[in-house]
């Protein structure tokens, strides 16, 4: 950690051993770059501050890590500040508001690795995360992630958050894998939590993404794939089982998520994670 994030440090590491609450550290620690605070926060429990990693949660394993993302530590937290920038900086430009103290909504948070980055921004009380799958809540709950968490249904109606709405909501790498009925099930049910001058981002793979993955897992589905998603603007590769019903591997246009009271707005990318395009969208009237 360079000498310029140190002194914030070191007052959020007094006030902690002092008792104060994660919001009272929080303070300090925002004062930070929104580098140096993720730096921190994938370090816990960090003995150089032992107050602040009883009072933080804990970065998950390097297996859980790579097992839900396929990389870890600060090869990852690239990827994962690079995408906190995308969702500040378009968040800003789309709503003209700051993201600061927003209402915030992490659509299948896993093991909680975005919705960590957002506490530089809101207080846990104003930061949701929701998962279809019961281990990814576990883990949040094991790490002592603040903030509000409840399992949604595979193919939800609507968001387990009572009636709550966002001024943000995001869904990274989930749109990259849910079969298309599912996909459109999941955009209904969000867009009766965002507010009206909301944003939501949702990253999807692009056409180009299936060479990529026959060249990871040698395969040769690539043609037929780049084929399908010519022709119906989508293409869907299901995983064995029952699973393969909602959920696989797809690649789609742009527009595949237009619609249904959500207008897309724009699209970003970074060269640190490609094959993740995010497209901006906010509520239309239904």
């Not at 009883?54 to 090869?75: F, H, N, Y």
């Not at 921004?121 to 279809?132: E, H, L």
């Not at 990274?172 to 965002?194: E, M």
Request: proline fraction near 6%.
């Amino acid at each position: 950690m360079f000498s310029t994030a140190v002194p914030h440090l070191n007052a959020a590491e007094r006030a902690a051993a002092d008792g104060c609450t994660v919001e009272e550290a929080l303070v300090f620690l925002r004062r930070m770059s929104l580098d140096d605070f993720g730096l921190l926060m994938i370090s816990l429990p960090n003995k150089d501050y032992p107050s602040l990693s009883r009072l933080l949660p804990a970065m998950a394993s390097d297996e859980v890590q790579k097992t839900w993302t396929g990389a870890s530590g600060l090869d990852l937290f690239r990827q994962t500040s690079a995408f906190a920038r995308q969702l500040e900086n378009n968040f800003t430009r789309y709503t003209k508001a700051p993201l600061a103290d927003s209402d915030i909504l992490d659509f299948g948070c896993g093991y909680g690795r975005i919705l960590r980055m957002m506490y530089y921004y809101s207080n846990p009380a104003k930061i949701w995360g929701v998962d279809a799958w019961d281990k990814s809540l576990d883990l949040c709950r094991e790490a002592r992630l603040p903030g509000m968490f409840a399992q949604s249904e595979r193919i939800p109606s609507a968001m387990p958050v009572s009636d709550q709405k966002f001024d943000l909501i995001f869904a990274f790498s989930i749109f990259t894998h849910l079969a298309p009925s599912t996909a459109r099930a999941c955009l209904a049910a969000l867009r009766k939590h965002i507010k009206p001058e909301g944003l939501f981002v949702a990253t999807i793979r692009p056409i180009e993404f299936w060479p990529f993955i026959d060249g990871i897992r040698r395969t040769s589905v690539a043609p037929k794939m780049q084929a399908d998603h010519r022709r119906h603007g989508f293409a869907y590769l299901p995983h064995g089982g029952v699973e393969g019903e909602t959920y696989g591997d797809i690649s789609c246009e742009i527009d595949f998520l237009r619609g249904g009271g959500w207008a897309v707005v724009g699209h970003d990318r970074s060269v640190l994670d490609p094959f993740q395009v995010s497209v901006l969208m906010r509520p239309d009237p239904l």
